[in-house]
């Protein structure tokens, strides 16, 4: 996995199959998906480029969320939190953004238990699919 995020592939799962799965995994968490991109279809309507199915998820905990606004109201600029969604050979690789990573830029460390949160909640959403 990268240095900004962990994920793995659910073995024999189409994007398709996947979608709904890693949505639900996320809501027990407290996350919601505020956007979607499908980014293939994208890049081919713009590009005329071919890919495989890739989505990203724009995921939101409105509580986590709220709390860092009102800590820090530039956060936003690092939220929501992305989940991508891609197939591959074998199957679909989720991967989700590592909050330590995303809000390591910050300076100061105030903003540390929330990630150490969100990072908890989504490492536990990954794990349940």
């Known amino acids: 996995m990268s240095q900004y995020g ?39 309507a713009k590009l005329g480029a071919e890919h495989r199915p890739y989505v990203i998820l724009g995921a939101c905990n409105p509580v986590l969320a709220n709390q860092a606004v009102g800590l820090d109201p530039e956060i936003g600029l690092l939220l929501p939190c992305n989940v991508i969604l891609r197939e591959v050979d074998g199957g679909t690789q989720v991967s989700m953004i590592d909050p330590q990573a995303m809000f390591g830029v910050m300076e100061g460390d105030t903003l540390q238990p929330i990630a150490d949160e969100a990072e908890a909640r989504l490492r536990r959403a990954l794990a349940a699919l």
């Open 6 to 44: 962990f994920g793995k592939i659910l073995a024999d799962t189409t994007l398709e199959q996947a979608r709904p799965r890693v949505t639900e995994a996320l809501k027990a968490e407290g996350f919601g998906v505020l956007t979607e991109i499908d980014l293939a279809a994208t890049l081919r």
